[in-house]
């Protein structure tokens, strides 16, 4: 029986009905919202493991002699010192400085990149790139998505987790590297120290007939640890309490790294880039708003696109709003003029026509604690 | 966990229980599942008047906010206090110690527009089919 026939399914399409995800429609994905319950998922990334079919996830290739050059005119971040294996974060900017999409770079090799995007992102990055690369004779851009299944894997425990189905000395992987090619529970990997919640962990991208293989791996080693599956619900409250941006909400086609508080990922004394010159103008000129985090100091819940207030003004919008569960406090991530985001100042949020009073707090709202 | 008997019950995934003219007003089990883990409620004021169909409150989980409507009209004549410091309690005991609101009815007559059980498990079980969230 096939419940969910309409919708693309990933390669771990079958755990999330053995492991009884809440299966949806996620822009066309067949994925779980959550298996146990947000909150209770959201703990156990935080406390123990838990693992994610990412697999909706965009991986594109782009090879060639000039794909450096390609790359660094597409992308805001200056890449040319990244090492083998290095992953970064960076932007593909519009010339406006909003973004065409927030990305991982991973550096293979000489002129051998690996990009994993946003899946809602996906086809229209791939003919950005495509439109782009035509400057860049010898570049090719391949949407590898369809052949590649990817699961991250997060948590205090996600090391003694895998460590235990590999023989890569994990230890030895650092933050933002990738294991390029390994073996995890009898399967070809690629192991990238990587992650969207706010712990330690790492993503494994597999060949697609491998996925089921290697999730039963992975929570039969994660059992001893508490290991659970974990949906889409928690992945947005993790990387949320994590300060971490989400296209869409944070940034979009107007409004990119500079407002977002991201501008240490953009290289502006990189000479020529798409989007340098507004961003630059951003940086001198002075941005129109930038984003805060916001606590609410009475009792309300502010939500995506809530207005905030000050002295009975509409000043600014949330992007990302919700009860953190491990901070159990309502919070939020909101844009509002600069003059507006000092630390303690006091604003307001409206909730169901009502002016509910909060105040600025610092970014990221959660940070891991650092390791013995 | 299955539905009481003698309770009242709305599209919407609301019941009622009667005890005279006193109807106690909550979410039904169907209602919080559906809902998930349940982080925060807005009530009515005790005194306020409710209409049968019309929103009373709010319930809100990690991911999204839903409106309550009100199965009968009437005056609030209690709110239960203990959801706002534990809005876990209407996932735990949707039935009981969940309860929203107590109103003083004013036409019992309104009871009739209301489901029964047997209707009320139907209704939950297509939605539950639908996939309707």
């Known amino acids: 029986m096939d419940e969910h026939g309409n919708l693309k399914k990933t390669p771990f399409y079958p755990m999330h009905l053995k492991y009884h995800g809440n299966v949806v429609d996620f822009g066309g994905w067949a994925l779980s919202v959550q298996f146990s319950g947000i909150i209770d998922e959201h703990n156990a990334v935080r406390q123990k493991v838990g693992l994610f079919d990412v697999s909706h996830m965009g991986e594109v290739t782009v090879k060639g002699p000039q794909a450096l050059e390609f790359l660094q005119y597409v992308v805001s971040r200056d890449i040319s010192g990244a090492k083998d294996n290095q992953v970064l974060y960076t932007h593909f900017p519009y010339p406006n400085g909003g973004i065409v999409d927030d990305l991982m770079v991973t550096k293979l090799g000489e002129n051998d990149y690996y990009l994993v995007v946003n899946a809602s992102n996906k086809d229209k990055d791939v003919a950005w790139l495509l439109e782009h690369a035509t400057k860049f004779p010898g570049v090719t851009v391949t949407d590898i998505s369809d052949d590649v299944g990817e699961v991250a894997l997060q948590g205090p425990y996600a090391q003694a987790t895998l460590q235990k189905i590999t023989g890569e000395d994990l230890s030895a992987l650092r933050y933002y590297y990738v294991i390029p090619r390994a073996i995890v529970g009898g399967v070809e990997v690629m192991i990238s120290r990587t992650g969207y919640t706010g712990e330690d962990g790492f993503e494994i991208m597999c060949k697609p007939a491998d996925g089921v293989t290697l999730w039963e791996a992975i929570m039969a080693a994660g059992a001893e640890y508490g290991i659970q599956p974990i949906g889409l619900g928690a992945r947005d409250s993790l990387r949320f309490e994590a300060g971490m941006p989400l296209y869409g909400q944070e940034m979009d086609a107007e409004v990119g790294p500079m407002e977002a508080r991201l501008a240490r990922y953009v290289s502006l004394d990189k000479p020529c880039f798409i989007g340098r010159e507004a961003m630059l103008a951003k940086q001198q000129e002075g941005l129109k708003q930038v984003l805060i985090g916001l606590e609410m100091t009475e009792r309300g819940i502010p939500r995506h696109d809530y207005p905030v207030m000050h002295n009975g003004a509409k000043v600014g919008h949330v992007t990302t709003g919700m009860y953190a569960p491990t901070l159990q406090k309502n919070i939020a991530m909101a844009y509002v003029p600069p003059e507006l985001s000092a630390v303690d100042t006091e604003l307001a949020v409206e909730i169901r026509g009502k002016a509910v009073a909060a105040k600025v707090v610092k970014l990221p709202f959660y940070k891991r604690p650092r390791k013995k | ?133």
């Open chain 2, 1 to 133: 966990m299955g539905y009481p008997a003698d309770f009242k019950y709305t599209k919407s995934h609301e019941y009622i229980k009667v005890e005279g003219n006193i109807g106690w007003v909550g979410l039904t089990n169907y209602a919080q599942d559906q809902l998930g883990d349940i982080v925060f409620v807005e009530m009515p004021e005790v005194g306020q008047e409710v209409t049968q169909g019309e929103p009373f409150g709010v319930v809100e989980s990690v991911k999204a906010v839903s409106d309550c409507y009100c199965p009968i009209s009437g005056k609030v004549v209690e709110i239960n206090e203990k959801l706002n410091d534990e809005p876990g309690t209407i996932n735990a005991d949707p039935h009981g110690e969940g309860w929203f609101i107590k109103v003083e009815i004013a036409d019992m007559g309104e009871l009739d527009n209301l489901m029964d059980i047997k209707a009320y498990e139907k209704h939950a079980e297509e939605e539950a089919a639908r996939g309707h969230n």
